[in-house]
């Protein structure tokens, strides 16, 4: 039943994508001409001021972290670790390329749309800490983090580019390895009876999924 709600959410937040809706939320102004040390300064910040960004990534990493090796008793120290960074890893892959690809001019439609399903679709997943294979997992996580790697890119200038991007690929793994860090840190909690480790993830993964919730209203009411 869990599963099968997880999937019609995201069948469900994949088709109101065509529809307009904006969800990329507190970004501030980015100088990246000024010179290739502010690209980086700046191009690293940039996740982290906007909150649906920042969101999405951490709760990559959470998600993983609270999911690696879920249902494989007696699995392997390193394959539950290769199951832990295996979604955080191609997230990070796909938004550079998503970035170069804005960068590039390239313009899709639905990009806030897609924003604001990814953070209903993982905070769903946190909250119910349902485990996807590894390969289904890092295609859903790379077809979302393909657009708000559009989304940065289209706000990078071409003058320090490359400066740009290594800012933005260091803060973007910098906030799944923050999530990890909490997901391991409420696993082992949880593990050791503590009652945190069992609502935190929860109370987080509902918050993360109203705001994507609230930042689709608008597409939910143009359908209605």
């Known amino acids: 039943m869990r599963k099968t709600l997880i999937r019609r959410t995201i069948l ?20 990246h001409d ?3 040390l502010t690209s980086f300064v700046q191009a690293a910040l940039h996740p982290l001021t906007g909150l649906d960004h920042l969101s999405a990534m951490v709760s990559v990493g959470l998600w993983s972290a609270l999911t ?10 390193a394959t539950r670790s290769r199951s832990m960074w ?3 890893a ?18 899709l439609p639905g990009v806030e749309p897609m924003i604001a399903a990814s953070l209903l679709v ?8 349902t485990s996807l294979p590894t390969l289904a997992g890092s295609a859903l996580v790379s077809a979302f983090a393909l657009f708000h790697g559009l989304a940065h890119g289209a706000e990078l ?11 933005m690929a260091l803060s973007t793994a910098a906030l799944h390895a923050l999530g990890i860090a909490i997901g391991l840190t409420l696993r082992n909690r949880q593990i ?3 009652s945190t480790g069992l609502w935190a993830p929860r109370v987080a993964g509902v918050g993360v999924a109203v705001f994507g919730a609230t930042l689709l209203t608008p597409a939910l009411a143009a359908a209605f």
């Not at 469900?12 to 102004?29: E, M, R």
């Not at 938004?95 to 804005?102: I, K, R």
């Open 192 to 194: 050791g009876a503590s």
């Open 122 to 129: 993982l905070g769903l997943l946190v909250s119910t800490r």
């Open 157 to 167: 200038a071409t003058t320090h580019a490359v400066a740009a991007l290594a800012g």
């Open 12 to 31: 469900a937040s994949l088709g109101l994508a065509s529809s307009a809706v904006l969800a990329h939320t507190g970004d501030l102004g980015h100088a």
């Open 86 to 88: 295996a979604a955080p």
């Open 90 to 107: 191609a997230f990070a892959a796909t938004l550079l390329v998503g970035a170069l690809l804005g960068l590039g001019g390239l313009k």
């Open 34 to 36: 000024a010179n290739a």
């Open 68 to 77: 690696a090796g879920q249902g494989r008793r007696g699995a392997a120290h």
